[in-house]
């Protein structure tokens, strides 16, 4: 079993719709969580930190469940430029920051 | 201005012939860590630093080496390389302070003829 699962999509959306993501991990012992956003062929980059009570920024919403080891992604009135892979991030517990990936969730917004 | 630093770009070795990946920082970040990252797939850790302390994953092929000179380099080597290691090459540097997140570099995509 994979340490971090992710529905790969695509996810096809109009401009405007509100979608989500989840994302399961199978570490019971991790710590912090992440969503991080990756453009073709580009590096990942750090969209939003997922904090245990749920936190928003702007049109997007993380949410954690550690007892079902769970996190979602809402994103709400979707723009062209929110195309992209979404990757959920854990970072497990053993000292270092070692960080582990999702394979990502591909978005495609359109017109 | 960039602050994690791939050289080069695209890289293009032949089957079997040694490659070297650098990366380079600017942030005087303690962490350096190697991904490789395949299509479609997520990015996996070969290896990190903790300043001079090397950690290898337990599943990172012996064909995969890497060298920290100094707090800003950092070197991937490819001592053979094959088809199956064709892919994008992620350098990203961190502090070591819990929810620190990752810098990573614009990566190297190797192609291995």
């Known amino acids: 079993r994979k340490e971090v699962e992710q529905d790969p999509g695509p996810f096809n959306v109009p401009e405007g719709a509100t979608v989500a993501f989840n994302c399961t991990y199978s570490n019971s012992a991790s710590q912090s969580f992440f969503w991080y956003r990756q453009d073709c062929r580009k590096e990942p980059k750090l969209l939003m930190s997922v904090y245990s009570s749920g936190n928003e920024d702007g049109r997007f919403t993380a949410q954690l469940n550690r007892a079902s080891q769970y996190i979602s992604l809402l994103i709400r009135d979707s723009k062209l430029s929110d195309s992209a892979t979404y990757l959920c991030?854990?970072?497990?517990?053993?000292?270092?920051?070692?960080?582990?990936f999702g394979a990502g969730t591909r978005l495609a917004v359109h017109p | 201005d960039a602050m994690v630093i791939q050289n080069p770009r695209y890289q293009v070795t032949q089957f079997g012939k040694p490659v070297t990946l650098s990366c380079s920082q600017t942030l005087n970040h303690n962490v350096m860590y190697w991904y490789q990252q395949k299509s479609s797939q997520a990015p996996k850790l070969l290896f990190h630093?903790?300043?001079?302390?090397?950690?290898n994953e337990a599943d990172t092929p012996d064909n995969f080496q890497s060298r920290r000179p100094n707090t800003s380099f950092c070197f991937l080597d490819i001592r053979s390389p094959g088809l199956g290691d064709a892919a994008m090459y992620l350098c990203?540097?961190?502090?070591?302070?819990?929810?620190?997140?990752?810098?990573f570099g614009s990566g190297t995509q190797l192609s291995v003829l």
């Open positions: 990203a540097t961190s502090t070591n302070s819990g929810l620190e997140k990752l810098f």
């Open positions: 630093y903790y300043d001079k302390d090397f950690n």
């Open positions: 991030v854990v970072r497990v517990s053993g000292g270092y920051n070692k960080l582990i």
